[in-house]
Structure formats: structure tokens, C-alpha cells
């Protein structure tokens, strides 16, 4: 059964020194002009559900999410009456 066990090259856990390396690397390509690149591509692209997605993302990056609308009623079915107090009322 030659060749199980012992030392191999390249195995076990990385250690936090290559990671910090490879992360400074995808940042050093990863500019402001490569993202305005890369997101025009997207936006233009042939496929319209990549195309819808990409605008997606973007509206929500830029406007954040769409809240909401939710049914709250109480027990019997009605409505809850919200009661709110602003901190300048005093």
C-alpha cells in the first residue's frame, strides 16, 4: 500500500498569512474602473434575466429593499391600533 499517508505537499490548513496574500491580490485587480467594466457588461448583456439581475442588485445596492406590506390583526380578526408617542412630546 505504497503511497497513503506521510507528509504530502500543499496539504493541511492554510494558514492566515496565504489568505491575507490572495485577498490583497483580488484587490489589487478588483478596481473601481474593472467594477464599472464588469457591471456595464452585465446590464448589457444578451440574456435578459442576467441583464434583470444585475439591475436588480444594483437598485437594491442603491435604494436598498422594497419593504413589505404585512397583515397584523388580533385575536378576534380586527385590526391592532398602533399607538405611538413621539420623544419630542413631553
Known amino acids: 500500500m505504497a503511497g497513503r499517508g506521510g507528509i504530502r505537499p500543499g496539504a493541511g490548513r492554510k494558514s492566515k498569512a496565504s489568505k491575507l496574500m490572495e485577498a490583497g491580490f483580488v484587490a489589487s485587480w478588483f478596481t473601481a474602473e ?3 467594466i464588469k457591471w456595464k457588461s452585465l446590464v448589457n448583456s ?3 434575466r ?3 439581475d ?3 442588485y444594483l437598485t437594491d445596492r442603491l435604494y436598498g429593499k ?3 406590506a ?3 390583526s388580533d385575536a378576534d380578526g380586527g385590526p ?3 399607538v405611538t408617542k ?3 412630546e413631553d
Do not use: G, V
Open 86 to 88: 413621539s420623544i419630542l
Open 34 to 36: 474593472f467594477q464599472e
Open 80 to 82: 391592532i391600533q398602533f
Open 46 to 48: 444578451e440574456d435578459e
Open 50 to 52: 442576467i441583464s434583470l
Open 54 to 56: 444585475a439591475l436588480k
Open 66 to 68: 422594497a419593504s413589505q
Open 70 to 72: 404585512l397583515a397584523i
